[in-house]
């Protein structure tokens, strides 16, 4: 079992900069691929990034790759992501995932274990 607790949203303004931390409880952290997800407003979730068990590699959409960056630490079971450049539209609630394995949260948005999200909003 392993459970997830977001924090590091709020609010800020476009051009700006957030960095979401995800703690995650268990032993077992450096066995998950973790990733975040976000879910803006009226409309479904959707999967932003994720890295390796290792931390070796790291998959990103096309509209977040080169202003986020996804980090872990498997010593403190913790992962991170690290907001540069926010726009309006990146304004959504987001959320810490694991998945066993790695194709299931990239391609099919399937993930073992969920946060509860936490608030991101960026004002024009």
């Known amino acids: 079992q392993v459970q997830l607790v977001e924090s590091g949203g709020g609010l800020v303004q476009a051009g700006g900069s957030l960095r979401l931390s995800c703690a995650a409880s268990?032993?077992?952290?450096?066995?998950?691929?973790m990733g975040w997800f976000r879910q803006a407003p009226g409309k479904e979730r959707e999967f932003i990034t994720a890295?390796?068990?290792?931390?070796?590699?790291?998959y990103y959409i096309v509209s977040v790759k080169g202003r986020f960056v996804i980090s872990r630490d498997n010593a403190k079971n913790r992962v991170y992501l690290q907001m540069n450049s926010l726009k309006p539209e990146d304004t959504a609630v987001y959320f810490c995932?694991?998945?066993?394995?790695?194709?299931?949260?990239?391609?099919?948005?399937?993930?073992?274990?969920w946060g509860q999200g936490t608030q991101v909003t960026v004002s024009p």
């Open positions: 995932a694991a998945a066993n394995i790695i194709e299931s949260m990239t391609v099919r948005s399937e993930c073992d274990y």
């Open positions: 268990g032993r077992t952290f450096s066995s998950y691929a």
């Open positions: 890295i390796t068990e290792s931390g070796a590699g790291t």
